[in-house]
């Protein structure tokens, strides 16, 4: 019997979306508007964040404020950060029915869990409105959790803080959090789980952090393929993370194993 009560998945790049492309294309679209170029590692930074929470981070970062300030003449304000907002949630509404498909792996490792009675939560930096347009689709291709959550359920209250894992746990009536493992592709990921209090692992292949397509991924040599692994693990590691898996096939066979 496992010593696991449940898995609490995070959404894109983690069980959707190998990469993690919706988001980080309409951030980039959105900032492009108001004649700001973000570089990838810039919108990747805050990635897992609540989308409004990301875009105050980024406008905070040394080098966008630099440009927003001189472009403007005023450093970037609070009512800046919801009018990109705005954009960003239209531009992403749009894209989000593209970007719903589960990675590979993900549908047969949630059935292996749940054969061993493992339960399956979710929490997101996706707004409601954002989740009804992909659980849908992702259910059709054979992904849905137990329950999921938005920081919508928490006030706005997103990652890093740890109520939506918090909420995940009422609903799935489980109040050991030690038998809790929280999943995610992001540092923000990692430090809502150790914030919660819950066994934290990063997944590596296909996550935000890494931030390859999987055509991209699967081009590299067995060499690069291997760098870059052990590049997003230290990083996930660096974070807090209790373990780190490649894949979600790897994180099933720990959890049934455990």
């Not at 970007?99 to 993900?106: H, R, S």
């Not at 009675?117 to 979710?122: C, D, P, Q």
Request: aromatic content about 10%.
């Amino acid at each position: 019997m496992s010593k696991w009560d449940a898995v609490i998945f995070d959404w894109a790049g983690t069980t959707v979306d190998f990469g993690c492309f919706a988001p980080v294309q309409a951030f980039v679209e959105v900032f492009k508007e108001y004649g700001v170029e973000p570089t990838m590692e810039e919108v990747r930074e805050p990635m897992g964040m609540l989308k409004i929470d990301h875009i105050r981070t980024m406008l905070k970062m040394p080098r966008i404020k630099e440009c927003w300030t001189e472009k403007y003449q005023t450093e970037p304000t609070e009512e800046d950060a919801q009018k990109l907002f705005a954009i960003f949630e239209e531009k992403l509404l749009s894209i989000l029915h593209l970007y719903a498909e589960p990675k590979k792996e993900t549908e047969a490792a949630v059935k292996k869990m749940r054969i061993h009675g493992i339960k399956i939560g979710s929490t997101t930096g996706y707004t409601d409105k954002m989740m009804e347009i992909i659980v849908p689709l992702a259910k059709e291709k054979g992904y849905t959790p137990d329950t999921w959550f938005s920081p919508d359920s928490t006030n706005n209250v997103g990652r890093p803080y740890p109520y939506m894992i918090f909420q995940n746990m009422r609903a799935l009536e489980l109040m050991d959090v030690s038998r809790i493992i929280k999943a995610g592709d992001t540092i923000s990921d990692i430090k809502e789980g150790k914030n919660a209090g819950v066994f934290t692992v990063g997944i590596v292949v296909g996550s935000s952090e890494m931030g390859l397509s999987e055509e991209e991924y699967q081009t590299l040599s067995k060499e690069e393929q291997e760098k870059k692994c052990e590049e997003v693990t230290a990083k996930f590691m660096a974070a807090g993370a209790d373990k780190v898996f490649l894949t979600l096939t790897e994180l099933a066979d720990f959890v049934v194993e455990g």
